[in-house]
């Protein structure tokens, strides 16, 4: 699984369980920093913060825009290791197909 796809569905069945309640998935050409990002890169969920700051979610890297600002946080590229915080995350990684 794609890291796109793996947050996107990581979201949805989050945002459809009600326990995110400060991220939406990224409607297409709505408030999207399009002039900071690719031609082939796109927006999958929008979060916003405590601090009225929108961390965009793409299918490269994440952004954050505070005001008028964007900068980039990092490139998933750039992510070699990370620590999960959902319990299956193991049994999930064991079963895949693209790792396992």
Not at 13 to 27: D, F, P, S, T
Not at 38 to 50: A, F, N, R, W
Not at 63 to 85: G, I
Request: net charge positive.
């Amino acid at each position: 699984m794609t890291p796109e796809r793996y947050l996107e569905v990581q979201f949805i069945k989050q945002i459809r369980k009600g326990y995110v309640k400060n991220a939406e998935l990224a409607r297409q050409g709505t408030n999207v920093p399009l002039s900071h990002m690719s031609q082939d890169e796109h927006c999958i969920v929008t979060v916003h913060d405590k601090q009225r700051r929108q961390l965009w979610f793409t299918n490269r890297r994440v952004l954050l825009q505070a005001q008028s600002r964007v900068t980039t946080r990092f490139e998933y590229e750039a992510v070699s290791h990370v620590h999960w915080m959902f319990k299956s995350f193991w049994d999930r990684l064991r079963t895949s197909p693209v790792l396992g």
